[in-house]
């Protein structure tokens, strides 16, 4: 294994980032990056009693500000970097985690995962799915899934749509059958648990702790896999809204063009962004409509503070707590039939 540090790349900007509403505004976005490298130092001194930090850079804004977290928290020197492209991954991914690693002085590995995914049958899973929607589907074809919006903004169609795309031809939907997009999901959440056993082997072999790099919309919303990118020793952002996390990113120094770069899933061949695949509304109006609801305010109110017609904040909302049921399981631990006392339950 070549530990290695990188040289910059070549700059490619995308959009500028949205500007949060002000009550997402961080009063001190220092204070908050000093608070919570505090915590992290507590938390791997007492409750988890490791020596340092592994965290797996995706190229995108959350892993990149939970590294200069754990960075700022520990030092460059006890962070340990992993970046995992597979067969699907953007290659940009890959060069913009290696300046994150770069930017923040952090050792890391580039180790790719396509072989032990091919073994385990993840591509092949998927593509048969596909193939018995689309039979055609077969080499040099990409792919992704989404989950399209109605007629108004907020709604949320049942239906799933896969979208194929032939060699040099152009991308077509078709509806997604309720089987082949559980099996479709089922394959790809490979990739999450995959990449989550690297970051524990070398958790395991230096004594560190695992970093998870979830913001609090995808940790509320439950998009995360269960034993993949859900699993975490430690998880540095969940409280901070994705408007927030820029903030902090901005001062921490994550490079501008991560920043302004669309958050994307990366999973699929397809390029896919977060909205369309799960979230269906814009990051910052889910940021405020979040907030908002768990404030106790009214729809009446929020409509009139953010510009939005009372009944679309209504159906946000009801959107907001379907995921939210939906996704309780994948917060639950391991359910047990009776209770059983740990260590520190039990009497000395």
Known sequence: MTVQHSSLG???????????????????????IDRIASRLREILATSLERRGL????????????????????VGPTRVFGLLL???????????????????????FVVEKIEPTLAAAGCYELRDAA??????????????KIVMPSGEREGDRLSVPM???????????????????????VA???????????????HADRLHYAVVGTPNRLEYDQGFFVKGGDGLADVKPIAHLYKSQVYQIGEVLGVPAEILR????????????????????????????????????????????????????VERIWRDIAGKRATTRYLHLPAQLIDPVPLADDREP
């Open 187 to 201: 394959a790809t959440n490979f990739k999450q648990r995959i990449r989550k056993m690297r970051e524990y082997f």
């Open 261 to 312: 770069r669309t958050p994307t899933t990366d999973t699929f061949s397809l390029p896919q962004t977060q909205e369309e695949f799960f979230f269906g509304v814009p990051l910052p109006l889910l940021d405020a409509l979040i907030q908002a609801l768990d404030a106790g305010r009214t729809a009446a109110d929020t409509g009139a503070a953010l510009g939005l017609d009372p009944e679309r």
């Open 85 to 107: 492209p597979e067969r699907d991954s953007d290659p940009e991914s890959t060069r913009l985690g290696r300046l994150v690693a770069t930017r923040f002085g952090i050792p």
């Open 54 to 73: 592994v965290i797996a850079i995706s190229g995108g804004v959350d892993s990149a500000v939970c590294a200069g977290l754990a960075v700022a928290a």
């Open 130 to 143: 596909i193939r018995r929607v689309v039979p055609e589907f077969g080499a040099g074809w990409r792919s």
């Open 162 to 184: 896969l979208v194929v795309q032939p060699p040099n031809g152009e991308p077509r939907r078709v509806v997604l059958p309720a089987g082949e997009y559980r099996e479709i």
């Open 10 to 32: 070549p700059a490619t900007l995308a959009q500028p980032r949205p500007i949060p509403p002000p009550a997402l505004e961080l009063p001190n976005p220092a204070a908050e």
